[in-house]
């Protein structure tokens, strides 16, 4: 069952799961972590795939401000020495990674211009193990922290973002997402033969920027008012690749729900579970590509 339901999406920062509901249920505890947003899209309609199928209806004797308790795990120290599945990296960089590319004014450049290609996934601090390990397993990268909140995992030179390109090819994108990676491997291409260093190349750079993420800043369309904006590539959703891909996305973008209402005795309560994912509209395809993989587990 696909759903729609919408809320807002403001700018990369500090804020509660992408999965989360705007008004949420009373007495619903939601075992997912608070994230920091590692998707590059606006205000936009959503959609939420849900599944409900494993209602139970119970007798509960204690006070039910018992079950209001929430327990996070984490890795250990053995578990950052293992790998993850390539398909899991893939998954969970659909939900959470970031391809950009800056464009920034360089008084010290030939054309005043410094170009800087840049792949981020950005998590809530105690979500750092999942970094440790993409990294341990891409063996490139960075991980930083920000303030109190906040970590990241970068990818920024253009011998280490080769290694991000090659996997990436090998295991696609599943999402929408695909087609901002497609746009920022043109980017790529460009700086790695180093047409990026004239003009005719920094031209092209900013017409495909036009298209990625958030697009032109001010600046740049104050700067280049006549630049030919280059179309966003054709997505098109090609089903789900892996379980591990399934895995990954549920890592980054899945929610777990407990429900738990009162019903006619005092004593007694309603319990329901719910997994659910919320997506861009421009995603359905993906949320319908979900339930048919999990139809077919039954």
């Known amino acids: 069952m696909v759903t729609s339901h919408q809320i807002s999406e403001n700018e990369m920062g500090n804020r509660g799961s992408k999965s989360e509901f705007q008004n949420p249920q009373p007495n619903e505890i939601s075992v997912k972590e608070q994230r920091v947003d590692g998707s590059c899209f606006g205000i936009s309609p959503k959609l939420r795939c849900?599944?409900?199928?494993f209602e139970r209806n119970y007798q509960i004797k204690i006070p039910s401000n018992q079950l209001n308790k929430q327990y996070y795990?984490?890795?250990?120290?053995t578990d950052l020495k293992n790998k993850l599945n390539p398909w899991f990296i893939t998954g969970f960089a659909d939900a959470e990674g970031c391809?950009?590319?800056?464009i920034k004014p360089d008084a010290k450049s030939k054309l005043k211009?410094?170009?800087s290609p840049l792949f981020v996934i950005k998590l809530h601090i105690k979500d750092i193990a999942i970094l440790e390990l993409i990294k341990n397993t891409l063996m490139v990268g960075k991980i930083r922290i920000n303030g109190i909140n906040s970590a990241q995992y970068v990818v920024e030179s253009i011998q280490e973002l080769q290694v991000i390109v090659n996997h990436f090819d090998l295991?696609?994108?599943?999402t929408e997402k695909a087609s901002d990676y497609l746009i920022f491997r043109q980017c790529f291409d460009i700086i790695k033969q180093r047409e990026h260093l004239t003009e005719n190349g920094l031209l092209k750079l900013i017409g495909?920027?036009?298209?990625?993420n958030w697009g032109l800043s001010d600046s740049l369309k104050k700067a280049f008012p006549n630049v030919t904006s280059?179309?966003?590539p054709l997505y098109k959703f090609n089903g789900i690749p892996d379980p591990f891909w399934v895995t990954g996305f549920t890592n980054g973008d899945g929610s777990f729900h407990l429900n738990i209402k009162n019903s006619d005795s005092y004593y007694s309560h309603r319990v329901s579970l719910r997994f659910s994912i919320n997506l861009n509209i421009r995603d359905a395809e993906v949320l319908e590509g979900l339930v048919n993989y999990f139809n077919t587990l039954n």
């Open 208 to 212: 495909l920027k036009s298209s990625l």
């Open 50 to 53: 849900t599944l409900m199928d």
């Open 73 to 77: 795990s984490t890795l250990s120290k």
């Open 230 to 232: 280059v179309n966003r």
């Open 171 to 174: 295991y696609p994108l599943v």
């Open 113 to 115: 211009w410094r170009t």
């Open 99 to 102: 391809f950009s590319f800056a």
